[in-house]
């Protein structure tokens, strides 16, 4: 039979100096032991391995998250896929603010990521925030667009008189 260490022994910390890092470290330890409750089986030749999940249990598993995105000024709540990429939340909130994709710029914990980025590999959990910029070379074009338009509106004096 082989023995399983406790999340305890595994997240020891090396230095005993103070008592306040024994207990720092226990609370991490419950931590974990609460977010990865792993069951195991024990397979016909006596081997003891982790339980497999059926497909099912995986779709079950994969729920959707609520990531507060700031523009700023304002707040969206929007409910997505955990494995959802940054491409898919950019589509999701141009629908929300009104900005194509390709002018947003998300930002999680101070990295612009990028569109092929998945949510759940970088570690965006329930009630995250990310921050929503909008893209400056897009917004210098939209700026040299309008005063482009201002300046061709504008009348033109004839410098030949008939």
């Known amino acids: 039979m082989v023995k399983i260490p406790s999340p305890r022994r595994l997240f020891r910390s090396r230095s005993r100096s103070t008592s306040s890092s024994a207990g720092s470290s226990a609370d991490i330890c419950a931590m974990v032991a609460e977010h990865e409750r792993i069951e195991w089986e024990v397979r016909p030749g006596g081997m003891l391995v982790q339980k497999r999940r059926s497909p099912e ?95 061709m509106g504008v009348p033109c004096h004839s410098f030949i008189e008939v």
């Open 57 to 151: 249990e995986d779709a079950a598993a994969a729920d959707a998250i609520l990531v507060r995105v700031s523009t700023g000024c304002q707040w969206h709540d929007v409910s997505i896929d955990a494995t959802a990429t940054f491409g898919d939340l950019k589509v999701m909130l141009s629908l929300v603010t009104g900005l194509w994709p390709r002018e947003q710029r998300l930002l999680y914990r101070g990295k612009e990521r990028d569109d092929c980025e998945h949510l759940h590999m970088v570690g965006v959990q329930d009630k995250d925030k990310v921050l929503l910029l909008e893209d400056p070379a897009v917004k210098e074009r939209k700026l040299r667009s309008t005063t482009l338009a201002q300046l």
